[in-house]
């Protein structure tokens, strides 16, 4: 008597595997672009970078190595003490006052009526050129019958204004203002998001148990906030620890030593110098000064961050 047989079938785990083989191709199809250009136009001229901070290099003579002389050479000289102190300065006063400025206005934004147009106002800015930033703020700025703020305090207040961006002792806080300005409506928009996520319903049980406005912003808009907030202070540090453009076009840092940051100075002997060893030396401690920072900052945030709402 006959008997029947039935058709076999492929295991299930090995389908289940050839399925994962098949959406790892494509997955690795979609990211090859991406992951060819990072290594294209960041790991390799990276490495490149390295390599040439220990070699002594013009462009077109013979390379020569030089071991840590050009670290050496940067770390005693003034104008990169300098620079790192002007970059320091920036810093200290951009962080700390723009983020601050964009927390009070992300919350008196918060729920009010027309927010949305409030939002385009304030970020406007950031979507400006930074040329047309730098171009207008000096005009504002400038030390002369055209200066628009010197102009508005002689007529108004009888005050001679100093030269904002000539005067080593005003041009930091000049920058630094106008950093503030371009920058405080992205600032403005992350906070505001971040506080959307803050159920309102902890704010009604903060009334309802007496909780001034004050305390309600102490107590529970800042501490929910805390992650955003740290989000935008390690974005913040960084931008202002590689500020170049914006300063380059409002200052130009060439004819004041005031205004020179750690990125002009990598600038400054690469392409006006052709020192491109000492370039990339400056550039890799550029790098290690925001890692030594960024890792403080990372550290800190067990005191300061609360992620459970």
Do not use: C
């Amino acid at each position: 008597m006959a008997t029947l047989t039935r058709p076999r079938t492929a295991p299930a785990h090995a389908s289940a595997t050839k399925v994962r083989s098949r959406d790892g191709l494509w997955a690795a199809f979609f990211l090859a672009p991406q992951v060819l250009g990072l290594v294209v136009f960041l790991l390799v001229p990276l490495g490149f970078a390295f390599v040439l901070a220990f070699m002594q290099w013009g462009g077109v003579d013979e390379p020569k190595w030089v071991g840590f002389d050009n670290f050496a050479a940067q770390l005693t000289d003034p104008l990169f003490g300098r620079a790192i102190w002007n970059t320091v300065k920036i810093a200290l006063i951009t962080v700390p006052v723009g983020l601050t400025l964009a927390v009070l206005i992300a919350v008196a934004l918060n729920n009010l009526k027309g927010s949305n147009v409030y939002r385009v106002l304030y970020f406007m800015p950031v979507i400006t050129s930074s040329v047309a930033v730098a171009l207008i703020w000096q005009v504002i700025l400038a030390n002369d019958e055209n200066g628009v703020l010197n102009t508005t305090l002689k007529r108004l207040l009888g005050i001679t204004g100093p030269d904002w961006l000539g005067d080593p002792q005003w041009v930091i806080l000049s920058i630094a203002v106008v950093t503030i300005w371009s920058s405080l409506g992205l600032n403005v928009v992350i906070f505001m998001a971040g506080l959307q996520t803050i159920p309102p319903q902890l704010f009604e049980a903060a009334r309802i148990d007496g909780a001034s406005a004050f305390q309600i912003f102490r107590r529970v808009t800042l501490p929910l906030l805390s992650p955003t907030i740290f989000f935008s202070t390690i974005v913040a540090v960084i931008s202002s620890l590689q500020a170049f453009d914006l300063i380059y076009v409002l200052v130009d840092p060439k004819d004041n030593e005031g205004a020179q940051t750690i990125v002009y100075r990598v600038y400054d002997l690469g392409f006006k110098k052709f020192e491109f060893g000492m370039s990339s030396a400056a550039a890799i401690l550029l790098l290690l000064l925001t890692l030594i920072v960024t890792l403080v900052q990372f550290a800190a945030q067990k005191r300061f961050v609360h992620y459970d709402s």
